[in-house]
């Protein structure tokens, strides 16, 4: 499926995590024609402030530090690599429920 938006949010935060599920960033950013990457980020940013300022301050910095390293990994990762192993069908579940779907 051909992604242009994948937004994760919870209580404590919002976070653009599109990167995470493609494989092919300049593909996606010519589908990404809803508002400006500048907007957007500044947008969830917003968001993620207002909901930070409702935490305790610890929790808070807990948030902040695991979102850069998240974001320092996503610029790090140019290609995900698959492994042999995700290139097979599937091998859990009955056969019934396999041949199901």
Known sequence: KKLSYVIAFSAEEIVDVTKRYSTDWPAILTRRTSGSEEWLANEIQRRRLSLWSALLPD??????????????SFSY?????????????????????????
């Open 59 to 72: 929790r808070a910095a807990q948030l902040s530090n695991r979102l850069e390293k998240e974001l320092a």
């Open 77 to 101: 990762q140019t290609q995900s690599v698959s492994s042999s192993s995700e290139s097979l069908p599937r091998q859990s579940g009955s056969l019934a429920w396999r041949l199901a779907r």
